[in-house]
T-cell receptor, first 113, second 110 residues
Framework: DAGVTQSPTHLIKTRGQQVTLRCSPI?????VSWYQQVLGQGPQFIFQ???????GRGNFPDRFSARQFPNYSSELNVNALLLGDSALYLC????????????FGPGTRLTVL | SQQGEEDPQALSIQEGENATMNCSYK?????LQWYRQNSGRGLVHLIL?????REKHSGRLRVTLDTSKKSSSLLITASRAADTASYFC??????????FGSGTRLLVRP
């Protein structure tokens, strides 16, 4: 079975631009979570979606938004990019909303110049 | 910050030795999960221990949980060069989001 997939692998943007990152969960998983990992730190929670509804939001500005589609894939959008948004963006999928293992994709490396 | 702390921040051992990493957390957890990350790539799930469990094994991995001290430890026995990576603990809180620690960088020398 395929694991969590993310696209693109790498992305370079300039300040003020907008970016869309994509994630496909493991088949049968209904929950997708997004995390931001800045170099040298642990991942920070951004959003959780379950059954197409937002179920949790971390301490990130409104420039960050996300959605989940009927096939349970998800997109993370970041508007008005700042240099500080440069990070590895990780998507994780889990079976349900509850206390299950979360399985991570390879991440999208975003560089903002 | 809600993030927990991991200790040590870095660990260097010889192949064949055991490696122990400790993690302290802050919330009332649903469960605690350990992950491995190689060179800034995706996280690999290692083991999940629930709040009502005290110890769990998986191959060469042993995880303990002490909810009274809000701490957990990961033991890797008979380490290999391929175990070189960063290891993170992540507490799952009551809203089912993972709160990660700062990680332990493990180097296993051949």
């Amino acid at each position: 079975d395929a694991g969590v997939t993310q696209s693109p692998t790498h992305l370079i943007k300039t300040r003020g631009q907008q970016v869309t990152l994509r994630c496909s969960p493991i088949s049968g998983h209904k929950s997708v979570s997004w995390y931001q990992q800045v170099l040298g730190q642990g991942p920070q929670f951004i959003f959780q979606y379950y059954e197409k509804e937002e179920r949790g939001r971390g301490n990130f500005p409104d420039r960050f938004s996300a959605r989940q589609f009927p096939n349970y894939s998800s997109e993370l959008n970041v508007n008005a990019l700042l240099l500080g948004d440069s990070a590895l963006y990780l998507c994780a999928s889990s079976l349900g909303q509850g206390g299950d293992e979360q399985f991570f994709g390879p991440g999208t490396r975003l560089t903002v110049l | 910050s809600q993030q927990g702390e991991e200790d040590p921040q870095a660990l260097s051992i010889q192949e064949g030795e055991n490696a122990t990493m400790n993690c302290s957390y802050k919330t009332s957890i649903n469960n605690l999960q350990w992950y491995r990350q190689n060179s800034g790539r995706g996280l690999v799930h290692l083991i999940l221990i629930r709040s009502n469990e005290r110890e769990k094994h998986s191959g060469r991995l042993r995880v303990t949980l002490d909810t009274s001290k809000k701490s957990s430890s990961l033991l890797i026995t008979a380490s290999r060069a391929a175990d070189t990576a960063s290891y993170f603990c992540a507490e799952m809180d009551s809203s089912y989001k993972l709160i990660f620690g700062s990680g332990t960088r493990l180097l296993v020398r051949p």
